[in-house]
C-alpha cells in the first residue's frame, strides 16, 4: 500500500519529495492574469472543505500550476531566509509551514491522478517534473541561510516559550535538513543533488514501466475450457477485458502487482496456472522497453553513493534512523527471527500439499503455480469450508457500508453519508461525508474501489487535504483498491482478503480524517514507516469481529446472514497457510533489506540483478521453489516508486503493536465508544506530533509484546 504516508519533508508542499524547480521562464503579468482566472490550482478551491474541482481541471492546467506554484512557493522560503529579523519559530517555521500552499494544490490532485487514472499525456508530465520536483526540494532544504535561522532556533529550542508540538517541529525541521545534506560542502551538495535528480526520474520510469507491462503481460485465453474453475461472472468478465482489447472471441486475465494471482486458486487447467505464474513472475526482467532491471541496479547503486555521502554506512542506516526500528541491525534481527520459523512452516505446509497431489493421481512436485490451487483443495477437506462459499455473502456496497462504516460508528460515533453534488476524477469514485457523533462536518471521504487499466496496482490511502489547525484546513482523504469490476448489471463479490482490505485501507484514512494537529508538518498519517501500518492493520479486527459480521454478511440475493457454521469455519481456517503468507512476505522484506544494505560500489549491474536476488535468498532460508516471495525486485513498486525503501519490514514490525493491542480491545470490551474513543485521542488524532512508541505506550501502558503475532501467524 502506497499510501501517502510518507514522514512529512519541508512544509506541506515538500510531503513524498514533490516541489518544483524555478527553471522554467517566468510568466508575463498578462499570461499570469489569465491563468488565474482560468486555472483552477491558482487559488483556493470554493467546494467544502477545498475539495478539488475535479469538473474544471485539464491536463493543461498542471505544468503552469506547477511552474508558478513552485516559483511563489521558492519565493516564499527566499523571503523567510533572507529577513533581518532574528529567526523566531513564528517568522521562521510557521512561515514555511504556511508556505507552498498553491504547489501542494496541484502536487495532491497529480499524484493521486497518476496512481489512480493516468494517461499518455500524465506520464510525460510527470517524467518532466519528477527531476524538477527534486531540485526544488534540494533549492530549499540546501539553503545556507535558512539552515542558519533553523539551526538557531534548534540550539535555542529548550529555552523557548513554546508547546510541546512547536518544540519538536524544530527538532523534525532541523533532523529533515542536516538528513538532506545542509552540512555538507558545496562540492559534495553538487553531487547530492545530482543522484537525487536522477533518483526522482529512475522511480518515475519504475512505476511507469510497471504499469505498462502489467498491462501487456495480460495472459491471452483462447479457449474458455482453459479458464475452467473460475465462476461464471469470472470468465465473462475476462471475456470482456479480452474483447476490449478487440481479442473477440478470446479471454484475458489481468496481472494484479503481486507474483501470486487469485485466478491460481481456482483454475484446474495446470498448462494455464503456469503461464499466469510464470507471465506473474516475469515482469520487469523480460527484455523490451518495460525492463526495469538497469533501474533497480542504478537506483540501489545511487542510493547507496547518497548514503555514504551524507555519512551513514548503507541507504537502510538512513532510512532507519527515522523509523521506530532506528537501525538496520535491529531489522535484521527480528526478520531472520521470523524466517526461521516462517519457512519451517511453509515447508510442512508444501508436505501436505504435496501428499494432496500425490492423492490426487498427480505425478508432478508441488511448483509455484500449484500452491493455491491445492492449498484450497486442502483447506476444504480439513476445515469443510470452501472459501468460494462466502463470495454470496460480501458484496461491496454492503461490507463498505454495514461493515466497515458501521464499525466506525460503533467504535467513534461517526457516521458516512454519500453525496453526489461534488464533481469525481472518475465515474468510479464515489464521495461521502464524515461527520463526527455530534453531527459536525469531519472529513470527506472518497472510495476508488474498481481495477482499470490507467491505475497502478494494489491498495492504498492518500490526501487531497490534511488537517491543519495553524492552516485551518480539514480532511480530503481517499482509499483506492483494485477489485475487479463485474459485468453490467452483476454485483461485486468480494474475496475475504478483499474485505479484509477494505477494513485496512479504511483503518488509514481514519487516521487521515482524526487528525487534530497545528501544524502540516504532523497532519494525519505523517509517522514513521514502521508506524503507519498499526492503526490500518486494527482496523482488520473489526471484519471478524461478531457483531460486525452479523451486520454485513449477507447473501446478496435472499439476504440471508452467512450461517454461523460458516463464520466459525471462515476464523478457523484464517490460520491456515500461514507458512506460505509469512514466508512470500518475508522473502520480499529481505530483498528490501538486502538492496538498500549494500555499501556504495557493491550493487550488482542489471544483468546481476536476478542472481543477486537467488544469493540473498538462498542465504536467509527462504529459497524455497513453490514460495515465490510476493513481490520480485523488477515489480516491487514499494521500494523502488512508493517510498518504502527499506521500509517493507514495517508491516510485520506494525504487526506486533497490532496483535498486542488487539488483546487489549478484547481485554477491555471490544466494540465499544470508550475503547474507539481512547484509541483516537491517544493515537488516531495525534499524527506525527508526539513520538510514534511513546504514544504506543502510554495508551498500551507497557511496552509491546510479540507474543500475539507469533501466535497469530503460528510462529510460537
Known amino acids: 500500500m502506497r499510501m501517502g504516508k510518507s514522514q512529512v519533508g519541508i512544509a506541506v508542499a515538500l510531503v513524498l519529495l514533490t516541489s518544483c524547480s524555478r527553471s522554467e521562464p517566468e510568466m508575463t503579468k498578462d499570461e499570469t492574469t489569465i491563468a488565474m482566472r482560468e486555472n483552477p490550482f491558482f487559488t483556493e478551491s470554493p467546494l467544502p472543505f477545498n475539495y478539488p474541482q475535479f469538473d474544471r481541471i485539464d491536463e493543461q492546467h498542471y505544468r503552469p500550476a506547477f511552474e508558478q506554484g513552485m516559483a511563489r512557493h521558492l519565493d516564499q522560503v527566499n523571503a523567510i531566509a533572507n529577513q533581518a529579523e532574528p529567526p523566531t519559530l513564528e517568522n521562521t517555521l510557521v512561515a514555511l509551514e504556511r508556505s507552498g500552499r498553491m504547489l501542494n494544490r496541484v502536487r495532491r490532485v497529480f499524484f493521486n491522478l497518476v ?65 538532506a545534506g545542509a552540512r555538507l560542502s558545496d562540492a559534495d551538495k553538487a553531487r547530492l543533488q545530482e543522484i537525487n535528480v536522477e533518483l526522482a526520474s ?78 506473474s513472475q516475469a515482469r520487469g526482467r523480460r527484455g523490451g522497453e518495460f525492463d526495469n532491471r538497469g533501474i533497480v541496479a542504478r537506483s540501489a547503486k545511487l542510493r547507496a553513493e547518497r548514503a555514504a555521502l551524507l555519512g551513514y554506512a548503507n541507504h537502510a542506516a538512513y532510512s532507519l534512523e527515522r523509523q521506530t526500528a532506528k537501525t538496520a541491525e535491529a531489522v535484521n534481527r527480528f526478520l531472520a527471527k521470523l524466517a526461521a520459523a516462517a519457512a519451517a512452516n511453509a515447508a510442512r505446509e508444501a508436505r501436505d500439499l504435496q501428499a494432496m497431489i500425490d492423492g490426487d493421481g498427480g505425478s508432478h512436485p508441488l511448483a509455484s503455480w500449484d500452491w493455491a490451487y491445492y492449498a484450497e483443495k486442502v483447506r476444504r477437506k480439513r476445515y469443510a469450508f470452501d472459501a468460494s462459499q462466502l463470495r454470496p455473502y460480501f458484496e461491496l456496497d454492503n461490507v463498505l457500508q454495514k461493515g466497515v462504516f458501521y464499525a466506525a460508528n460503533r467504535l467513534f460515533g461517526i457516521s458516512l453519508r ?50 491543519s489547525e495553524l492552516l485551518g484546513t480539514r480532511p480530503v482523504v481517499s482509499n483506492t483498491m483494485n477489485v475487479p469490476k463485474p459485468p453490467p448489471g452483476e454485483p461485486t463479490l468480494l474475496n475475504f482478503d478483499e474485505v479484509e482490505t477494505l477494513f485496512h485501507e479504511f483503518g488509514h484514512a481514519l487516521h487521515g480524517i482524526f487528525s487534530s494537529v497545528r501544524y502540516p508538518y504532523f497532519s494525519g498519517t505523517s509517522v514513521p514507516r ?101 513481490y520480485r525486485s523488477t515489480y516491487f513498486s514499494h521500494i523502488w516508486s512508493g517510498g518504502y525503501s527499506a521500509g517493507y519490514y514495517s508491516y510485520i514490525w506494525s504487526e506486533v503493536l497490532d496483535a498486542d493491542t488487539v488483546e487489549w480491545f478484547k481485554e477491555n470490551g471490544g466494540l465499544t465508544r470508550e475503547n474507539g474513543d481512547r484509541f483516537r485521542r491517544m493515537i488516531l488524532s495525534q499524527g506525527g506530533s508526539r513520538e510514534a512508541m511513546a504514544l504506543y505506550r502510554e495508551f498500551r501502558g507497557r511496552e509491546p509484546d510479540a507474543a500475539s503475532l507469533l501466535a497469530r501467524r503460528g510462529l510460537n
Open 115 to 179: 496512481s489512480a487514472h493516468t494517461n499518455d499525456k500524465l506520464d510525460e508530465i510527470r517524467s518532466e517534473m519528477a527531476p524538477k520536483l527534486s531540485a526544488h526540494r534540494d533549492r530549499i532544504l540546501l539553503n545556507r541561510k535558512l539552515f542558519e535561522r533553523v539551526r538557531d532556533l534548534h540550539g535555542r529550542r529548550a529555552a523557548l516559550d513554546i508547546d510541546d508540538e512547536s518544540r519538536r517541529l524544530i527538532g523534525e525541521y532541523y533532523t529533515d535538513f542536516v538528513r
Open 202 to 279: 529512475l522511480q518515475t520510469r519504475f512505476s511507469q514501466n510497471l504499469l505498462s507491462e502489467v498491462n501487456d503481460s495480460a495472459v491471452v485465453v483462447t479457449g474458455r475450457e482453459q479458464l475452467e474453475g473460475l465462476s461464471e461472472n469470472q470468465i465473462k468478465a475476462a471475456a470482456d477485458a479480452a474483447a476490449a482489447r478487440d481479442l473477440k472471441g478470446k479471454f484475458l486475465v489481468a496481472l494484479r502487482n503481486t507474483s501470486g494471482q487469485p485466478p491460481l486458486t481456482w483454475i484446474r487447467d495446470r498448462g494455464m496456472r503456469k503461464r499466469i505464474m510464470e507471465a
Open 418 to 467: 454519500e453525496r453526489t453534488d461534488l464533481p469525481t476524477h472518475h465515474p468510479d469514485v464515489r464521495v461521502f461525508d464524515v461527520l463526527d457523533a455530534d453531527g459536525r462536518p469531519l472529513a470527506l471521504f472518497l472510495v476508488d474501489l474498481y481495477a482499470r487499466p490507467s491505475k497502478q496496482g494494489g491498495a492504498w490511502m492518500s490526501s487531497f487535504v490534511s488537517q
Open 530 to 630: 514502521d508506524f503507519v501500518e498499526f492503526p490500518s492493520q486494527i482496523n482488520e479486527m473489526w471484519a471478524t469481529w461478531p457483531e460486525v459480521v452479523a451486520n454485513y454478511a449477507v447473501h446478496h440475493e435472499t439476504g440471508e446472514p452467512m450461517p454461523l457454521e460458516l463464520v466459525e469455519k471462515m476464523l478457523a481456517a484464517e490460520k491456515f497457510n500461514q507458512g506460505f503468507a509469512t514466508t512470500e512476505y518475508l522473502a520480499a522484506s529481505l530483498l528490501d533489506q538486502a538492496w538498500h544494505q549494500l555499501k556504495a560500489g557493491e550493487a550488482p549491474d542489471d544483468e546481476g540483478v536476478t542472481d543477486f536476488e537467488e544469493a540473498v535468498l538462498a542465504e536467509a532460508g527462504v529459497a524455497l521453489d513453490a514460495v515465490p516471495p510476493r
